[in-house]
């Protein structure tokens, strides 16, 4: 009988997440809980595609790590004393033990576990184990596994696949909209701590993408900088979407003058989508992204940072205030949307044009998972605004 209810939610779940603009509803409630659901996703999903991680700029010297995980997989993000960005299983070959601390930090000169002192170096290589008696450990055979990287833009991707597509198909076409800004300006790092959501992940990423919440959820926040009436769709399909609108108070006027280049494109942000993870809003002062990884059906880490021209690390700042104070407000209503997925006769209902984008990601998850074509490739005219003369 489960059996049967889990295809019968599958199928649903295909129906609805296939759908053009015209013909889209809500995805079924069960899909943002159901158990069954969050494997495949994770299985075909963050599994099998680029996932975002860090920026190059916050490993910038050989030693420099960022140790996190990617469905519950163990990862290490090292720069090699060659120079070399490498992603490396952050589990030691000998008995399982993670090996480094989450988040940044540096190696020193080698990895060493802090269970039995096995050690690797910064690429991942067996250097040697104590205490073995008359036991010979095999180095070739315990190195640290190694997985696809890929850097664009200065921001450092992953895929966990055996098989990996290049990353280049995944982004094709982007740069074109993104040379205005000058995204090699933004080389100060910044990241601020990672929340803890009970809301399953697909709520925080549809949430992060579409603007037509602004007015309603942020009417102190970003509807007064970004409102929704002046938000639009830029470009896009399942691969990625680009959204844009017109800044109602940019401080950054004065600065953009002064430069003696002041293209329209700096009185608007562009919001990227690059699913399944990085939603990134991008604007003459710099690019800001928040990561959104699932912890469980109904759990997700929600990881804030930036890439900046002028280095910061107020967080008490009235920037970074402002920042917190609207994922406050996502935070609470994602939460509160998650209370409602459990309705049994709850359903979906009709999307609206301001919410194309989650079209596009609804279509990449169906792709994804059940192998679906998406619809082709769509750019409007307010895309024109952004391409270099």
Known sequence: MEKIMNQTLMSAYKESAQASLEQANGLPLAVYHDPSVFDAEIKEVFLNDWVFACAEAQLSQSGDYYAFEIAREPLVIIRGKDGALRALSNICRHRGTPLLDPGFGQIGKNIVCPYHAWTFDDTGAFKGAPLT???????????LPEFAIASWNGLIFVNLSDAPRPFSEKVEGLDSYL?????????????????HWDSNWKLAVENGIESYH????????LETTTPSKQAYYVAGSSEWTLTGGKMKDDRGTLSKWLSGNYPEAYDHYLLLFLPPSLVAVITYDGLNWIQIMPRGPEQCAVIPGGLLEHKTTNFNSPEFQFTQAFLNEDKQICERVQQGMHARKGKGGKLVSMEKILVDFRQYLANRLFQTEPDPFIETEQAQRFYAE
């Open 179 to 195: 040379s205005l800004f000058d995204l090699q300006r933004f080389k100060q790092p910044y990241q601020m701590p990672t929340e």
């Open 214 to 221: 602004l007015f309603k959820v942020h009417k102190e926040t």
């Open 133 to 143: 008696g008359e036991i010979k450990v095999d180095k070739e055979k315990h190195c």
